[in-house]
């Protein structure tokens, strides 16, 4: 029997300035399986992770989780259904003020009245689980890039989430480090029964951890199936994608409007240059 | 380009820049009061906003008491006034150059820090990270710094009066020979405690300019270091001249 679906995008579409980003996107991730969306790069990916995750809200179109539309939710509410979320950025996006516990086990503090050697406990065993050990003390910026992805993604399943969603976690990591990473999604998905959403352009990373695999291209997915109708698909795009050749309809140009990693919701930017300098 | 274009770009750009540092204020006292009070983070602030912002100002103060002191001697003697010095300046300091004074200063300070902090998080995704973690950043970031503001810069000005004060005695009676009985009797006797609430209080909304203007700034960061340094740029000068501005407002509302 097939299990029921957790997170439903439908006809997604997000402008920025006039570049339209996505073109109404359509998604359903079932509950308990690992998707991977995977595309070049400016091909809309972050934005619709964070769209998914009420980061940013869309132009048009609706996202369903767990049946419930979120797009259209107030601050408090989407709040609530944040909690069902937990999320590891492409760069880890630790706090640097903090230390590595306080870090992992920041969801902790507000949302328990535990004491900190309690949190503290907490979060050392977190880190064991994902191999990090008498890291605890340290500051991020004291991190290698592997322990950074590490401690982020201890940080996220500190409260032990239904839904994660991967931004790049394999990007920037060496062969040896990246395949660990795999073998931690797919570990997560398996011990703690979460649904997943990975975004990536590392295609060994993606067939080692998708139940299926969407393509993104030029706002839209354009395919979605199992890794082996991936690899054996028809569609000369995504061909041309996953055997990574930069001849093929893929074009190398410019995106007209990259999306910056995080960008604050702002309307009514077309006077603004973003070089406004007092 | 068209005169007229340019005018109206440049007033729309204003008034939505008005706009959203308005409701980034609205939304700030909002979560003022809604629990958990976050003790620790407010008392980190304060010591940041207050405790190591006090050497600057007791500086700025002592040698504005004191250049003061000198210059209204020297314009006073024109008219046989000298003896109005510890008036003057005891007056100019608590109503106007005390807390004008702490509030550029700490904007400088305090406002640029909290703009390079809050921009360097936005650029590095992690006011994205506490929404996932189901924070809401204005709480958990920006009440702390702006109650910090609002509690500190009005201890600074009293400390800025006291300091600034004594500057004058200092160079009037030491460098200028005033007898020092005559120079505390003329502080004393036109010091109203009306000048110095109404230094506190302009000492208040500078506080809160402050904290608003140079979050806001932080916040919209875009860009990576570049964007950084734009917001601690815009931030020291935005309220720089808010202060200033509003200065005269607060000061003609209340005279």
Redesign the interface.
């Given at each position: 029997m097939e299990s029921p679906i957790k997170i439903q995008v439908v006809d997604l579409y997000k402008f920025f300035r006039d570049n339209a980003v996505l073109r109404g996107v359509q998604l359903e991730v079932r509950q308990g399986e690992s998707m991977v969306v995977i595309g070049g790069s400016g091909s809309g990916k972050t934005v619709l992770i964070?769209c998914i995750?009420?980061?940013m809200r869309p132009d048009k179109g609706e996202i369903y989780v767990d049946g419930v539309e979120i797009t259209r939710l107030k601050?408090r509410q989407l709040?609530?259904v944040?909690?069902k979320?937990?999320?590891l950025?492409?760069?880890g996006?630790?706090?640097?003020s903090m230390t590595v516990w306080e870090n992992v086990g920041?969801?902790l503090r507000?949302?328990t009245h535990l004491s900190d050697a309690e949190m503290k406990r907490i979060a050392t065993k977190k880190l064991e689980l994902l191999g990090l050990r008498d890291i605890e003390d340290l500051m991020p910026s004291q991190l290698s890039g592997g322990m950074k992805k590490r401690v982020s993604l201890a940080?996220?399943i500190t409260?032990e989430p239904e839904i994660l969603l991967y931004d790049e976690p394999t990007t920037g990591l060496d062969p040896i480090m990246a395949d660990a990473i795999n073998g931690l999604i797919v570990e997560m998905k398996e011990k703690l029964e979460v649904t997943s959403i990975t975004i990536t352009h590392d295609m060994t990373s993606a067939y080692k951890i998708a139940d299926r695999i969407a393509m993104l291209c030029q706002g839209k997915i354009i395919e979605v199936g199992s890794p082996e109708e991936i690899k054996n698909s028809s569609n000369p795009i995504v061909q041309q994608f996953i055997q990574g050749k930069s001849e093929g309809p893929i074009k190398i140009i410019e995106p007209s409007h990259l999306p910056?990693?995080?960008?604050?919701r702002?309307r009514?930017e077309k006077?603004?240059t973003?070089?406004?300098?007092? | 380009m068209n005169l007229f274009r340019w005018i109206g770009?440049y007033s729309?750009?204003f008034i939505?820049e008005a706009g959203?540092i308005i409701i980034l204020f609205a939304q700030t006292l909002g979560w003022v009061f809604r629990p958990?009070l976050q003790g620790r983070e407010i008392l980190k602030q304060m010591e940041e906003v207050g405790v190591r912002s006090f050497p600057v100002v007791v500086i700025t103060a002592a040698f504005t008491g004191m250049v003061l002191a000198l210059q209204s001697f020297t314009g006073f003697k024109r008219f046989n006034a000298e003896s109005m010095v510890g008036t003057v300046v005891a007056l100019s300091v608590t109503r106007e150059l005390g807390p004008v004074l702490t509030g550029l200063m700490v904007s400088g300070r305090v406002g640029s820090a909290m703009a390079a902090e809050l921009g360097t998080?936005?650029?590095?995704?992690?006011?994205?990270?506490l929404?996932?973690?189901?924070?809401?950043p204005i709480k958990y970031l920006i009440v702390p710094r702006f109650l910090a503001a609002i509690i500190m810069v009005p201890i600074l000005v009293i400390f800025a009066d006291v300091i600034g004060i004594l500057g004058g005695y200092l160079v009037s009676v030491e460098i200028l020979g005033t007898n020092p009985t005559l120079y505390a009797r003329r502080t004393w006797d036109f010091l109203e405690m009306n000048d110095v609430f109404t230094g506190l209080l302009k000492a208040l909304f500078f506080g809160m300019i402050m904290a608003t203007i140079s979050c806001y700034q932080g916040?919209?960061a875009?860009?990576g270091a570049e964007?950084v340094g734009?917001a601690t740029?815009?931030a020291v000068?935005?309220s720089s001249l808010c202060i200033l501005i509003s200065n005269y407002f607060i000061t003609a509302f209340l005279f």
């Amino acid at each position: 029997m097939e299990s029921p679906i957790k997170i439903q995008v439908v006809d997604l579409y997000k402008f920025f300035r006039d570049n339209a980003v996505l073109r109404g996107v359509q998604l359903e991730v079932r509950q308990g399986e690992s998707m991977v969306v995977i595309g070049g790069s400016g091909s809309g990916k972050t934005v619709l992770i964070k769209c998914i995750i009420g980061l940013m809200r869309p132009d048009k179109g609706e996202i369903y989780v767990d049946g419930v539309e979120i797009t259209r939710l107030k601050e408090r509410q989407l709040s609530e259904v944040r909690k069902k979320f937990g999320m590891l950025f492409q760069w880890g996006a630790l706090f640097d003020s903090m230390t590595v516990w306080e870090n992992v086990g920041f969801g902790l503090r507000w949302q328990t009245h535990l004491s900190d050697a309690e949190m503290k406990r907490i979060a050392t065993k977190k880190l064991e689980l994902l191999g990090l050990r008498d890291i605890e003390d340290l500051m991020p910026s004291q991190l290698s890039g592997g322990m950074k992805k590490r401690v982020s993604l201890a940080r996220a399943i500190t409260m032990e989430p239904e839904i994660l969603l991967y931004d790049e976690p394999t990007t920037g990591l060496d062969p040896i480090m990246a395949d660990a990473i795999n073998g931690l999604i797919v570990e997560m998905k398996e011990k703690l029964e979460v649904t997943s959403i990975t975004i990536t352009h590392d295609m060994t990373s993606a067939y080692k951890i998708a139940d299926r695999i969407a393509m993104l291209c030029q706002g839209k997915i354009i395919e979605v199936g199992s890794p082996e109708e991936i690899k054996n698909s028809s569609n000369p795009i995504v061909q041309q994608f996953i055997q990574g050749k930069s001849e093929g309809p893929i074009k190398i140009i410019e995106p007209s409007h990259l999306p910056m990693p995080s960008q604050p919701r702002l309307r009514g930017e077309k006077y603004w240059t973003g070089k406004e300098h007092y | 380009m068209n005169l007229f274009r340019w005018i109206g770009i440049y007033s729309l750009r204003f008034i939505e820049e008005a706009g959203r540092i308005i409701i980034l204020f609205a939304q700030t006292l909002g979560w003022v009061f809604r629990p958990p009070l976050q003790g620790r983070e407010i008392l980190k602030q304060m010591e940041e906003v207050g405790v190591r912002s006090f050497p600057v100002v007791v500086i700025t103060a002592a040698f504005t008491g004191m250049v003061l002191a000198l210059q209204s001697f020297t314009g006073f003697k024109r008219f046989n006034a000298e003896s109005m010095v510890g008036t003057v300046v005891a007056l100019s300091v608590t109503r106007e150059l005390g807390p004008v004074l702490t509030g550029l200063m700490v904007s400088g300070r305090v406002g640029s820090a909290m703009a390079a902090e809050l921009g360097t998080m936005r650029v590095t995704e992690q006011i994205d990270a506490l929404y996932t973690l189901a924070t809401n950043p204005i709480k958990y970031l920006i009440v702390p710094r702006f109650l910090a503001a609002i509690i500190m810069v009005p201890i600074l000005v009293i400390f800025a009066d006291v300091i600034g004060i004594l500057g004058g005695y200092l160079v009037s009676v030491e460098i200028l020979g005033t007898n020092p009985t005559l120079y505390a009797r003329r502080t004393w006797d036109f010091l109203e405690m009306n000048d110095v609430f109404t230094g506190l209080l302009k000492a208040l909304f500078f506080g809160m300019i402050m904290a608003t203007i140079s979050c806001y700034q932080g916040f919209s960061a875009k860009g990576g270091a570049e964007g950084v340094g734009r917001a601690t740029t815009n931030a020291v000068v935005l309220s720089s001249l808010c202060i200033l501005i509003s200065n005269y407002f607060i000061t003609a509302f209340l005279f």
